[in-house]
């Protein structure tokens, strides 16, 4: 007999994602994780800086699709002295170009 499970996604250590693209499991909120230990995270995101404390589950972003809405405000805040939109876009269009 057959059994209709979800295969699980893959699990990705938070520390070995960072400098990365990610998403948030839990929100589907797309950010560059800046930092990630046992103990917490930072992730920036275009319109910001978010934190938590414990484990994050994230995967990195692989697809363009996924990454539509990030690069358009990215685009938006290029020109922001202070907000590195710039070098997040360049990194964010290197990391799907990896993902063909």
Known sequence: MLSAHAIPSPLFDPADLVGQWVRVKEDG??????????????LRTPTGVLSGRGRLAAE?????????????????????????????????????????
């Open 60 to 100: 990195p972003v692989t697809r363009r699709a996924e990454a539509g809405p990030v690069r358009r405000r990215l685009r938006a805040v290029m020109d922001d002295p202070a907000f590195p939109g710039a070098a997040d876009l360049d990194l964010l269009d290197l990391q799907l170009a990896a993902h063909p």
């Open 29 to 42: 909120t797309v950010g560059l994780l800046t930092s990630a230990d046992h103990a917490g995270w930072s």
